[in-house]
Structure formats: C-alpha cells, structure tokens
C-alpha cells in the first residue's frame, strides 16, 4: 500500500480535465468538462452533499455536523475529488475523504480507507455523469490505497451503480440510519 499523500499532491489542480458529451433524454446533447476538485471548491463540495444527503438546504446539513463533516474544512490531506461542469454551472461532484478512529464517516472501514460521496444535480441524472465520475475516482485511488468505502441507504437505486463498479456489500455493516431505515457500508477493494 502508497503512503497517505500530502493535500498538495492530492488535489493537484491540473489532473485530468476531461470532456464529455452526453445524450440527455428529450435535450439533445450536452457537453460537460470534468475537472479535479481543488481545495478552493468547499462551496461545491457543500451544493452537492446538499443533494447527496437528500437535505433540502444548507442550512440544514450545517446544523448536524455528523454530515457537515463530509464538506467542512475541504481541502484537508487525503481529500480529492472531481467536478463535473456545463458551461459556469457545476452539475455533478464525487469526492473522497479519509477518516480516523477519532473522526469517522458512517462508511469508516480503517483510516487509510477512503470513503466516497457523490451527488449530480437533479436535472443532470441518469446521463452518466455520475458512473464517469466515479470511474474517474477509483482509477486515480487505485494505485494509491487498498479501497474506497461508502455508506447508502439499503433502499436507493445507487446500489446498482456502485455494483457495477465493483463495490460490494460490507457483511453486518447495516445500521439503523437517521431516517429509521437501513444503512449499509460497501468497498471496492482494489487489491
Ligand atoms: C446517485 C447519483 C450520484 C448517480 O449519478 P447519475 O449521473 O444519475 O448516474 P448514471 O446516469 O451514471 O447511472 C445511472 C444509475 O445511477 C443511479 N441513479 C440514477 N438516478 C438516481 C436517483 N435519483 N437516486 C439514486 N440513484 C440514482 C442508479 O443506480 C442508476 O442505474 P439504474 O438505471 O440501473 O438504476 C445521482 O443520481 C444522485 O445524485 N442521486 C441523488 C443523491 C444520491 O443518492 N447520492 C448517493 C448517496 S450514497
């Protein structure tokens, strides 16, 4: 396993600029530019853990810190991430933190894990923006630590996603969620 990189190495501003063009149903094509997340981009990591908490304001996540966490003090080592953009509207993000025994995210395995979030605005779905962003995560963590973990809610469809990108159910991690349903972790291990 790689050391832990510093944040300077991890969110290297000039990784991976990419184009892609989708079809949307009903609106033709659309192009978007994918780009690292720098740590300059607190603000979009905060939008987009809006969407992926399902919380219906900022507000709202900064008042329950167990999810703020995943947004606040961006740009800390061991974060990366990327961004995907249409024109000066960022519509997508998937990023990754590393947590320890101290401070750990619902989808904690062990601190050199990484636990992904994702999220894409509610217009820009089921385009594959979010399969090509995670994809572009994972090859980038590959050779760099032994897995990528999250935490869903055993009932959202993103299971499928993260299925087909390898990830694979944690056994006994389920937990009884903050919405009184039912959690679990997966990995994508990558040795
Ligand atoms: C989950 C999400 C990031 C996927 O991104 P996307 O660009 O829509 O996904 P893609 O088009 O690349 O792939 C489609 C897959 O995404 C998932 N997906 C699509 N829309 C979704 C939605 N509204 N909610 C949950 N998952 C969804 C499904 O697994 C779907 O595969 P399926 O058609 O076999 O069911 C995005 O839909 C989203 O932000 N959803 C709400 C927030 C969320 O649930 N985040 C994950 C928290 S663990």
């Given at each position: 396993m790689s050391q832990i990189p510093e944040m300077d190495d991890d969110l290297r501003p000039e990784y991976d600029f990419t184009s892609l063009t989708v079809v949307a149903r009903g609106q033709g094509r659309m192009d978007y530019t994918i780009r690292a997340l720098t740590g300059e981009d607190g603000a979009i990591v905060w939008e987009m853990l809006r969407y992926a908490s399902h919380e219906p304001s900022l507000e709202s996540i900064q008042e329950q810190p167990y999810l703020a966490r995943y947004a606040?003090?961006?740009?800390?080592?061991?974060d990366s991430g990327c961004v995907a953009t249409r024109g000066a509207v960022s519509v997508a993000a998937a990023w990754l933190r590393l947590w320890s025994e101290d401070n750990k995210g619902f989808?904690?395995?062990?601190?050199?894990i990484l636990e992904l979030a994702m999220a894409v605005a509610p217009d820009c779905r089921n385009q594959g923006i979010g399969t090509r962003l995670l994809m572009q995560l994972l090859d980038r963590a590959t050779d760099r630590f032994p897995a990528v973990s999250l935490n869903v809610r055993q009932?959202?469809?993103?299971v499928r996603l993260y299925e087909r990108a390898g990830f694979i159910k944690v056994p006994a991690s389920e937990v009884i969620n903050r919405t009184g349903g039912v959690s679990f972790n997966m990995v994508r291990k990558f040795e």
């Open positions: 606040s003090g961006w740009g800390r080592a061991g989808g904690y395995i062990s601190k050199e009932d959202n469809r993103v």
